[in-house]
Nanobody, 117 residues
């Protein structure tokens, strides 16, 4: 069973940057991997996804500021976050979708990002 472990969260001031990493336990064939975030009391929000062919999608709220990428040799997914805003404060999770159109079946435990004004 795939295990995902996130790291790289922390506390930064508005305008700062962070790079999140998500290491998969081993190399799997997947359809899509993504980053999601959630604030307590709110619904989970999709932030960015990357398909196995490298194509990417972003939430409107992060377009132009965040970049999702992957290193298949290291089995690692990244999320580079620039120009951070206080509203980006959340727990960030990575997840893997093994079959196109199916739910994201595997999830990490999350890494906290806090942006102060």
């Amino acid at each position: 069973q795939m295990q995902l472990v996130e790291s790289g969260g922390g506390s930064v001031q508005a305008g700062g940057s962070l790079r999140l990493s998500c290491v998969a336990s081993s190399r799997y064939t997947y359809s899509s991997m993504g980053w999601f975030r959630q604030v307590p009391g709110n619904a989970r929000e999709g932030v960015a996804t990357i398909e196995s062919d490298g194509s990417t999608t972003y939430a409107d709220s992060v377009k132009g500021r965040f970049t999702i990428s992957q290193d298949n040799v290291k089995n690692t997914l990244y999320l580079l976050m620039n120009s951070l805003k206080p509203e980006d404060t959340a727990m960030y999770y990575c997840a893997a979708q093994m079959v196109a159109g199916a739910e994201f079946a595997y999830w990490g435990r999350g890494t906290q990002v806090t942006v102060s004004s």
